[in-house]
């Protein structure tokens, strides 16, 4: 069975917006680009969901609005930080590591999505997190293998999606590490967190 994205009806059980109008909603805070990468990752989204047997409309929903805080301005995110007392580490890694919890509070409140699952699934889609639930693992996995990307180990993970949806948020973790070692980035507590729990569990 493959779901034709554009025809999913939204029950309104997870946000009152039907799937268009929550379309237009993210479209408007986000360049065409990452729009565009937006719908790329709600199309792997709704294909690992029906692999999975996750949720289609919970998928969508997660994976259009995964990055609905990614362009918000520098001083807005951190007035957000430090008024809403929020982990002030994050002022030490930027917008690519804010971008997810803080997107996950925008998302509830100017969006009023309150599922729980879907808020985490934005939380953890750039650095995982010890415990995901199926909804989680496939936006973190969507989110790197949408048809948009290529980069070193996007083949990879798109096989292993196919049949091991915990091997690929492995394999993926253990890329993004590499990735950031070989760029001298920074790495963010939690990403180790992801990698000791989803590749170096033993
Ligand atoms: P995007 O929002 O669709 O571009 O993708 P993501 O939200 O998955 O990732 C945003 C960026 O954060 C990517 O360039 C990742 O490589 C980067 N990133 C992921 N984990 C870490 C980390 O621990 N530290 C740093 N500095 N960057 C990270
Ligand atoms: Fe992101
Ligand atoms: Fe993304």
């Known amino acids: 069975m493959t779901t034709n994205i554009n025809q999913i009806v939204y029950s309104k059980k997870y946000v009152s917006l039907t ?80 971008h997810g919890p803080l997107g996950a509070l925008l998302v509830e ?20 997190a010890e415990k995901m639930s199926l909804l989680e693992q496939v936006i973190y996995v969507a989110d790197y293998i949408e048809p948009g990307r290529d980069f070193p180990g996007v083949e990879q993970v798109r096989t292993l999606a196919a049949d091991d949806l915990q091997a690929a948020v492995g394999y993926e973790t253990k890329q993004t590490l590499y990735y950031l070692i070989e760029k001298n980035r920074r790495i963010y507590p939690k990403t180790i967190a992801t990698y000791n729990k989803w590749v170096a569990n033993p």
């Open 19 to 98: 799937r268009n109008e929550l379309i237009e909603a993210v479209q408007s805070q986000i360049s065409s680009k990452r729009f565009q990468h937006v719908l790329g990752v709600e199309q792997a989204a709704v294909q690992l969901a029906e692999r999975y047997g996750v949720s289609i409309e919970k998928a969508s929903i997660a994976a259009l609005t995964h990055d609905y805080a990614k362009e918000r301005s520098d001083k807005e995110m951190r007035e957000l930080i430090s008024h809403e007392k929020l982990d002030l580490e994050w002022l030490d890694y930027g917008s690519n590591i804010w």
């Open 109 to 128: 409140r100017e969006l009023g999505i309150s599922n729980l699952d879907i808020l985490n699934a934005i939380k953890h889609h750039t650095v995982g």
